[in-house]
């Protein structure tokens, strides 16, 4: 079956743009997570969505980092005014309630702001 | 609060020798514990999970990692490295079945023939 999917695969931006990224889970997935990945600086974890109830949105480094997810599928993340520091490798990952926390990624958004 | 850290940046092993990877944690709750895998230009995969059951966890590609509470560590390990062992390793813990996943800082494993 399908895995999680994420669009664009690549984004170049200028700085001060918006930039919008995608992510489409496993099918029948409740949990969705967004973690952004640097270099040498492992997995930092953005946001997560689990099911109906309120986002955990404490890892969002600034207000210019926001996320969505419709329908208990789709999310969006979107980044105001991009930063060079912004640049980065963005990894959603969705779970299925009854696996718990085990979660399965998607190969990433890579964003590079010049 | 949780948080998990991976004692070693970067491990190199010859071939055919053991592996071990440290993983310490801290959690205020009864975690569940990951580890992942990244090799080069590849996305993440889970190589093992432990979430309460038995304490000497068995995952893919000969892997295995161990629960020590007494000690709060999750030490991943493999008796004989192989080439293609070589990627990135991310301990990562969860506050029991639900809420996010806290990762590492990762650990390079290097395996050289």
């Known amino acids: 079956g399908a895995g999680v999917s994420q669009s664009p695969s690549n984004k170049v931006t200028e700085k001060g743009k918006d930039v919008e990224l995608r992510c489409d889970p496993i099918s029948g997935h409740t949990a969705l997570y967004w973690y952004r990945q640097s270099l040498g600086q492992g997995l930092e974890f953005l946001i997560y969505f689990q099911g109906n109830s309120a986002p955990d949105k404490s890892g969002l480094p600034s207000d210019r980092f926001s996320a969505e997810r419709t329908g208990g599928s789709v999310s969006t993340l979107t980044i105001q005014r991009t930063q060079q520091e912004d640049s980065a490798v963005y990894l959603c990952?969705?779970?299925?309630?009854?696996?718990?926390?085990?979660?399965?990624f998607g190969q990433g958004t890579r964003l590079t702001v010049v | 609060a949780q948080s998990v850290t991976q004692l070693d940046s970067h491990v190199s092993v010859s071939e055919g020798t053991p592996v071990l990877l440290r993983c310490n944690y801290s959690?205020?709750?009864?975690?569940?514990l990951f580890w992942y895998v990244q090799h080069p230009n590849k996305g993440l995969q889970l190589l093992l999970k432990y979430t309460s059951a038995a304490t000497l966890v068995k995952g893919i590609n000969g892997f295995e990692a161990e629960f020590k509470k007494s000690e709060t560590s999750f030490h991943l390990t493999k008796p004989s490295a192989h080439m293609s062992d070589a990627a990135e390793y991310f301990c990562v813990v969860s506050r029991g079945s639900q809420g996010n996943l806290i990762f590492g800082k990762g650990t390079k494993l290097s395996v050289k023939p």
């Open positions: 959690s205020s709750y009864s975690p569940s």
């Open positions: 990952a969705s779970s299925p309630k009854d696996r718990g926390p085990e979660a399965f």
